[in-house]
């Protein structure tokens, strides 16, 4: 009979310790041929079915089929009770600060990015069980309003900007050891210009 420490590998019955390569091989042949899902498909099935739950929870219940886009906001600030990041409100004293000295009564919300993320899973998650592209709920102009202004109102809270320039100006401006060759293109193609084909 065998049996296994965690830790320290796997001792058969007299005591003496067997290969690991042994009881690896043996524990992976056990093991049903299921497939792994990768860590967003994970995420993105739990999201699916916490948002079932949601509708189910409903009074009367929401099926999956005739919810709107007035239950996907509901959701939205439902998880709110469920946030860690602080939201300094306009009386508090440390509004507008990214880094706080101290502590305050302020409540505690979802970040901006965490529900953006989210209604991208929910979104994709909507349309690959049978929703039609059109008519996704979570595609609509009330969601996209909703994060806006969320964004917009986490960042004057919180002194966080949210921009893109300068992820753009990164992605512009041309790795180190490339503007040597950009800057001898011009000259290659000065020196083609100087010794044109001869004619047949």
Known sequence: MM?????????????????PAAVSTDVDN????KP????????KRRDWNTFGQFLSNQRPPVSLSRF????????????DQFGKTKVHLQGCAYFGHPEPP?????????A???LDALIGRLRAAYEENG?????????????????REVKDSQAKARGIPYSKNKKRKKRKSPP????????SVPHQKHAADSNPPSSP
């Open 131 to 147: 929703g039609l592209p059109e008519a996704n709920p979570f595609a609509g102009s009330s969601i996209r309003l909703y994060l």
């Open 68 to 79: 709107s886009s007035s239950h996907v906001l509901d959701f939205l600030r439902y998880l």
């Open 102 to 110: 101290g502590s305050c009564t302020c409540p505690l919300r979802q």
């Open 176 to 183: 180190k050891g490339d503007a040597s060759m950009i800057s």
């Open 3 to 19: 049996s296994v420490d965690k830790g320290k590998g796997a001792f058969l019955g007299d005591g003496q310790p067997s290969a």
């Open 30 to 33: 056990r093991r049903p041929n």
């Open 36 to 43: 792994i899902l990768s860590r967003y498909k994970s995420q």
């Open 112 to 114: 901006w990015g965490s």
